[in-house]
T-cell receptor
Framework: GAVVSQHPSRVICKSGTSVKIECRSL??????MFWYRQFPKQSLMLMAT?????????EQGVEKDKFLINHASLTLSTLTVTSAHPEDSSFYIC????????????FGPGTRLTVT | SQKIEQNSEALNIQEGKTATLTCNYT??????LQWYRQDPGRGPVFLLL?????KEKRKERLKVTFDTTLKQSLFHITASQPADSATYLC??????????????FGQGTTLQVKP
């Protein structure tokens, strides 16, 4: 399957600071990338849909001003957690998707964010 | 409201046996259903996709069934091995029969295969 990378894999930041997470599709051009969040012992929750060259769409309850998404190219999407709070501590996972090729999604390895 | 349910209790089986995991859904009419494997601290890995017009799909030791009348999918691992120990997630497109890629996941079932 396709390879998706995320950077950083782990980050610790102080309350009030911003953190940027990169998601790269290494071997195919993803028309769409998705961002998920996963709390311990829970399943993945979709946060937003990122389409190259257009604004991201957010799921209900996800603050777009807090979770800034930029999809600069068909292989790169970034998620910036602004003014982070301890409750934003979670496992953030991106996926790359090309509905024209297949319906499966290729997930990155995830980024563990800890806000102190 | 739409709901996907998997058995949240861990499944413990002996090596060599067949593991069977269940995924039930309500208020969906999905065009397809997917199964993923997730290891601790890692992102999910795609395993199998089964379409609504397919009753069964196989890939090596994996087999998935899809009953749209019962609104249920079963995921089987035959001749299980300790390396199969992981959490298995089923997922549906959140928009039901359309293909948006916006997956809704079940809570996952953790499988432990003992040598």
């Amino acid at each position: 399957g396709a390879v998706v990378s995320q950077h950083p894999s782990r980050v610790i930041c102080k309350s009030g600071t911003s953190v940027k997470i990169e998601c790269r599709s290494l071997d195919f051009q993803a028309t769409t990338m998705f961002w998920y969040r996963q709390f311990p012992k829970q399943s993945l929750m979709l946060m937003a849909t990122s389409n190259e060259g257009s604004k991201a769409t957010y799921e209900q309850g996800v603050e777009k001003d807090k979770f800034l998404i930029n999809h600069a190219s068909l292989t790169l999407s970034t998620l910036t957690v602004t003014s982070a709070h301890p409750e934003d501590s979670s496992f953030y996972i991106c996926s790359a998707y090309s509905g024209t090729i297949s319906y499966e999604q290729y997930f990155g390895p995830g980024t563990r964010l800890t806000v102190t | 409201s739409q709901k996907i349910e998997q058995n949240s209790e861990a499944l413990n089986i002996q090596e060599g046996k067949t593991a069977t995991l269940t995924c039930n859904y309500t208020n969906y009419s999905p065009a397809y259903l997917q199964w993923y494997r997730q290891d601790p601290g890692r992102g999910p890995v795609f395993l199998l996709l089964i379409r609504e017009n397919e009753k069964e799909k196989r890939k090596e030791r994996l087999k998935v069934t899809f009953d749209t009348t019962l609104k249920q999918s079963l995921f089987h691992i035959t001749a299980s091995q300790p390396a199969d120990s992981a959490t298995y997630l089923c997922a549906l497109d959140g928009n039901g029969s359309s293909n948006t890629g916006k997956l809704i996941f079940g809570q996952g079932t953790t499988l432990q295969v003992k040598p």
